[in-house]
């Protein structure tokens, strides 16, 4: 077997893995790291550079695939991107990408179909039998990203105020989320105020509380169950907006830390009427792909099967720890 290595990189808003592979597809090391979306993170490049410097005189490293968040929607935020991986790997093949495109890739294993993506922020990618993408959504969270965590974590705040105002139902999101902040019951404004204010990564943190509203969901709390329907709503319309680009048969499937929720994806499922293909692969699998295709490696159905179960046991680990 050949002693190249590829090197995958996933960032997002909320955090960023890198993963080392083998020929076989065997993930043999990992980093995780925080968020590094440029749009909202103005330390992305000290924290990607971060997680990558271990790895930068890594022997037998050949080829890698860099998925990052912004990459292609913002011109200048995707020639730094560019510069950050090749000031760091000056002699090594590579290829920077969006992240939703390797999570594409990753997940239909370079075939066609619609992805739906709801983590920190919220988008649509779809590729067709042409090889012809097409998107709908990742505007960010001032101006979209309905249906990510953001999102609903951000109305959750809103519930919450409005419930303890007496200007909504009193909802068990109120009492959760202060006890996981830390926040005095007795003065709840000032509590949630300092937290705000306090933040590092807003768009990250706010996203956190998603979820604790698909906790008061499956406890069944009638606030959070209507923040996740709602969420469902938004995405669907993300996959009925792009759907026209494939053909009518066209498979579908999911990514992102949002649909951790089995109650957010089973109001999607229900509102998009098809049942969701499983994801061949996780989005770090798809970098690790695109990465692979740059040395020419032969994939087939067992290298398929040893990235998804190494980058199984790889976030286990890294979870644990």
Known sequence: MSDELILGIDGGGSKVLVALADKSGKIVRTSRGRGVNPMDNPDWHRELEQQLLPFRDEAGLAAIA??????????????????????LFPNIRQQVLNDVDAAHLGAFAGQPGILILSGTGSMAWARNEKGQYARTGGWGDVIGDEG???????????????????????????????????????????????????LSNQRADIAAISVLVDQAAEGGDE???????????????????????????????????????????????RKIGKTPASPKLPPIGGALLVAAKLLGWPLDEGWFGQVAASADNAAAHLDKN
């Open 66 to 87: 860099a998925a990052l968040p912004a990459y292609g929607e913002v011109t200048h935020f995707s020639e730094l991107q560019r510069s950050a991986i090749e000031s």
């Open 148 to 198: 990510s965590s953001h999102w609903i974590g951000q109305r959750a705040l809103n519930l919450v105020s409005q419930s303890l105002d007496g200007r909504a139902p009193a909802t068990t999101l109120a009492d959760t989320l202060l006890v996981h902040l830390g926040i005095d019951a007795a003065d709840p404004m000032n509590g949630l105020g300092r937290w705000v204010s306090s």
């Open 223 to 269: 606030g959070a169950i209507k923040l996740i329907e709602l969420a469902a709503d938004e995405l669907a319309k993300h996959y009925r907006a792009i759907a026209g680009h494939c053909g009518p048969d066209a498979l579908w499937t999911y990514a992102g830390g949002t649909f951790l929720s089995r109650i957010l994806l089973e109001a999607l499922k």
